[in-house]
């Protein structure tokens, strides 16, 4: 069974660092892309990203282009998503999620992670 | 940047069929999926390569696309399908649509 297990919520303060994990399990971690999704409160859902994981060549959506950075540990089927000076904007919850290539969807998600931002 | 754009919400009956548009240019060049979001709940994959449904999904979701023009089709819609629904594309990079709440009353 393919699962995305997401890090759990985070309370942090403005200009605090942050790094938050989807590990995989069930499938082949190596072979797929996994995405990193927004939701603010109340909002849509927006792309932020694609990591693959193999070689973790990165894909940035112009509007998160260097205000986040995207990794991953092979050895572990995890994938990172990581702030280095956070802003109560960046507060909302974060999917990760595995890309199916040959398709362009995204297949299966991770339960999410809420990250509040807040002085 | 490519923009899909999806109703803001759109009312059904139970019983009755919902339709649920999303609009981008070219979209029926593209492979469209959908998602079924929940509150409090992770998207769920409802149908993908425009007419697809994963495992699990029931029969009564459908999906077509034409033109610029996708669909999503709920027919004889369930008190369980009320949720958020958003479509998605692949315009060189991932783009969704806004969403459209389904109301079913």
């Known amino acids: 069974e393919v699962q995305l297990v997401q890090s759990g919520a985070e309370v942090k303060k403005p200009g605090d660092s942050l790094k938050i994990s989807c590990q995989g399990s069930g499938y082949s971690f190596t072979n797929f892309w996994i995405g990193w999704v927004r939701q603010m409160p109340g909002k849509g859902l927006e792309w932020m990203g694609i990591i693959y994981l193999s070689d973790s060549d990165t894909r940035y959506s112009p509007s998160f282009q260097g205000q986040v950075t995207m990794s991953a540990d092979k050895s572990i089927n995890t994938a990172y998503l990581q702030w280095s000076s956070l802003k109560a904007s960046d507060t909302a919850v974060y999917y990760c999620?595995?890309?199916?290539?040959?398709?362009?969807?995204?297949?299966?998600w991770g339960q999410g992670t809420q990250v509040t931002v807040s002085s | 940047s490519y923009e899909l754009t999806q109703p803001p919400s759109v009312s059904v009956s139970p019983g009755q069929t919902a339709s649920i548009t999303c609009s981008g240019a070219?979209?029926?060049?593209?492979?469209t999926s959908w998602y079924q979001q929940k509150p409090g709940q992770s998207p769920v994959l409802v149908i993908y390569q425009n007419n697809k449904r994963p495992s699990g999904i029931p029969e009564r979701f459908s999906g077509s696309s034409s033109g610029n023009t996708a669909t999503l089709t709920v027919s004889g819609t369930q008190t369980m399908d009320e949720a958020d629904y958003y479509c998605q594309a692949w315009y060189s990079s991932v783009v969704f649509g806004g969403g459209t709440k389904l109301t079913v009353l």
């Open positions: 070219n979209l029926g060049d593209k492979y």
């Open positions: 999620a595995r890309l199916y290539s040959s398709s362009s969807n995204f297949d299966y």
